[in-house]
């Protein structure tokens, strides 16, 4: 019997890369989306579906969850893909869109693990994947918002593989570092402020430059593949990232610093 994955965020991106990948590998895929109207022709394939589902709407996420059992019978991975990025100094950022980007990026992969869990134990098993970044671990300049929902991802998964192992539940995170996708020109929203104009245009100038020589999601697919088929304790994946873990491992505080600052704001003191 064929294995079978949700994903969330599944319309584009890795979320979609995701989909198609375990469909090339034979997997059930419930390739969960806010917009299945507009999904490819890839969706066409016999072993996949695409509920609709919104993580900020709890009742889509149990529709999803129950369309999916109702299909193919069980669910046996779970990936957390939904999300985006709020962007800009956080003295510009409104209470509403720090509100939204909490119930996207956490609040709503809380909700969905929780909702999926009793699926999970009373089939005696299975695996969630979260997808995180490496600014679950790092921080760059005006990302702070997004950051502090991904470092909370990054705790949340840690913790829950506590509970979760004596279920024979596994938590893994996918740490992606940069990714050539729709997510700078479309998975970003800018928040500002008049004193740091020239700072958001250094950052929204490097953001585009680095996205042309950015890798594929394809190789993020793979990660989560190989995580969801991966049984040991193994918590991280980062597809892209191990680079940045290195240099901020071994360089000074002031080195990676100025590295970063020179990198993205053209500062060199």
């Not at 909700?111 to 679950?136: D, E, F």
């Not at 990676?256 to 020179?262: A, G, P, Y």
Request: hydrophobic letters at 40%.
């Amino acid at each position: 019997m064929s294995k079978t994955v949700l994903i969330t965020g599944a319309s584009s991106g890795i979320g979609e890369a995701t989909a198609k990948y375990f469909l090339e590998k034979g997997w059930n895929v419930a390739a969960t989306m806010r917009t299945p109207q507009k999904a490819g022709d890839w969706t066409k394939a016999k072993s996949i579906i695409c509920p609709y589902l919104d993580v900020t709407d709890p009742e889509t996420i149990n529709s999803a969850i129950r369309q999916t059992l109702e299909h193919f019978g069980q669910i046996d991975v779970l990936v957390n893909n939904a999300g985006y990025a709020l962007m800009g100094p956080l003295e510009g950022v409104t209470s509403e869109q720090l509100d939204h980007q909490f119930q996207t990026n956490v609040f709503g992969l809380i909700s969905t693990i929780q909702k999926v869990l009793p699926v999970l134990r009373n089939q005696g098993g299975g695996t969630i994947i979260n997808v995180a970044s490496i600014g679950g671990r790092l921080a760059f300049p005006l990302v702070s918002s997004y950051h502090a929902t991904k470092w909370a991802v990054e705790g949340l998964s840690e913790s829950l593989r506590y509970e979760l192992k004596p279920f024979g539940i596994r938590v893994k995170i996918i740490e992606p570092g940069g990714i050539k996708t729709n997510f700078i020109n479309r998975g970003i929203i800018w928040a500002n402020h008049p004193a740091y104009t020239r700072m958001v245009n250094q950052v929204r100038d490097f953001n585009q430059k680095l996205n042309d020589s950015l890798p594929e999601p394809e190789g993020v697919a793979k990660t989560i593949y190989r995580a969801a088929n991966d049984r040991s304790q193994r918590l991280r994946y980062s597809p892209y990232g191990e680079v940045f873990f290195l240099l901020h491992t071994i360089l000074p505080d002031n080195l990676w610093r100025s590295l970063v600052e020179t990198m993205m704001l053209g500062k060199t003191k």
